[in-house]
């Protein structure tokens, strides 16, 4: 399988902490904290767009890897919340990154993106033994929600994540490196109204001077979507370690999706990992979407998690439903 060589990461200055939200809505620290864990989520500042984002992560991940921008020859972004509908934000980053001529396209696959954008690049890196894909995970999340639902502002926030994905690694590689082992991902389209931001695309009929309405905005039925989640990442994960013979104990480190840290504890429960096996930072930066494991990732080698020799467990849940479990070998 392929391997990831080179891991970056990027968060926004401004910190939105839960006694600015108490000022905006009804609501306290200590409900955001006891439902959710979420401390503080970061926001990008008002000149900041996905594509900036993006942006910093790949340098980041480039500058980990030690390799050049020139080398890339493929650039998968994953967002939920574009630049824009047009241009793509795959092209905005590439022109950003001061490269032509590579392959460039946005996937959205909601918070389980990163994890599908990966999979296309073991695809891609399969069929191409000499392609360096480029996978970005960035959202601005902040300016997708409805700041007076005070169902939804609390849980989001702004970030990005990227990683090189390659057949083969260079004689020496520097910096994160693991080889990805093994990719499930599965999908329900029954659940698709459960999370949802109806207008702006064709659903939606507006023209010149019609008003934004709540439709703009992400909408969620919280309840039944945290039940999905623990469940669609826990069997994942199952399926995924029973598919390689692993069991629980061979997991060094479990990050799953960072959308509330009770959804993290149950599937930990249900999973039995034990308490220091189970990654979380949600309390920083909240829901960040697609970006959410890929920030993980980079915070979880940063407080040195994972070591070489270990193998990792991702998770991911989200709208669609759309859910994922990926397996790390770290080297
Ligand atoms: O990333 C995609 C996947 N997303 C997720 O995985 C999120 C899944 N869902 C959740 O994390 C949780 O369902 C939430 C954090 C969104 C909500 O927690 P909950 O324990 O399910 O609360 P609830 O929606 O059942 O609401 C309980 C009460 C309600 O009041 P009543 O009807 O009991 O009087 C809400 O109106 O809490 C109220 N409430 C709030 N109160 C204070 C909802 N939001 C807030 C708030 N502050 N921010």
């Excluded at 620290?29 to 401390?39: A, L, Y």
């Excluded at 601005?140 to 994540?161: E, P």
């Excluded at 013979?245 to 061979?250: S, V, Y």
Aim: hydrophobic content about 40%; aromatic content about 6%.
């Amino acid at each position: 399988m392929p391997y990831i060589n080179g891991l970056g990461k990027y968060v926004p200055e401004k910190i939105i902490d839960n006694a600015y939200l108490e000022k905006l809505v009804e609501t306290s620290d200590e409900w955001i904290t006891s439902r959710t864990g979420i401390k503080r989520r970061r926001m990008a500042a008002p000149d900041e767009i996905t594509s900036d984002l993006a942006y910093k992560a790949s340098l980041a991940a480039l500058h980990d890897s030690g390799r050049n921008v020139t080398d890339i020859t493929h650039v998968f972004v994953s967002s939920a919340t574009p630049d824009a509908l047009c241009p793509i934000t795959a092209c905005v980053l590439i022109r950003k990154l001061g490269i032509k001529g590579v392959m460039a396209f946005d996937c959205n696959a909601a918070c389980s993106g990163f994890v599908n954008a990966l999979q296309l690049a073991c695809y891609t890196a399969k069929a191409d033994p000499n392609a360096l894909i480029l996978v970005v995970a960035a959202e601005i999340m902040t300016r997708k929600v409805d700041w007076s639902d005070r169902s939804t502002c609390v849980l989001f926030g702004d970030g990005a994540g990227a990683v090189l994905v390659s057949q083969n690694l260079p004689p020496d590689p520097k910096g994160f490196t693991a080889e990805i082992k093994d990719i499930l991902v599965d999908t329900d389209g029954e659940f698709s109204e459960l999370i949802a931001i109806h207008a702006g695309g064709s659903r939606e009929h507006y023209t010149v001077g019609t008003p934004v309405n709540r439709e703009y905005f992400i909408r969620m039925e919280g309840r039944e979507v945290f039940k999905q989640a623990v469940r669609s990442m826990t069997s994942a994960s199952q399926t995924i370690l029973e598919r390689n013979g692993l069991k629980i104990e061979d997991i060094a480190l479990a990050i799953p999706h960072q959308a509330n840290d009770r959804i993290i504890q149950a599937v930990g429960d249900r999973l039995n990992i034990p308490e220091e096996k189970l990654f979380s930072n949600v309390s920083e930066y909240g829901n960040t979407s697609s970006a959410s494991v890929s920030l993980a990732l980079a915070d979880a080698r940063n407080a040195g998690r994972m070591p070489a020799g270990s193998t990792v467990l991702l998770t991911t849940f989200g709208g669609g439903f759309i859910w994922t479990a990926a397996l790390l070998k770290i080297i």
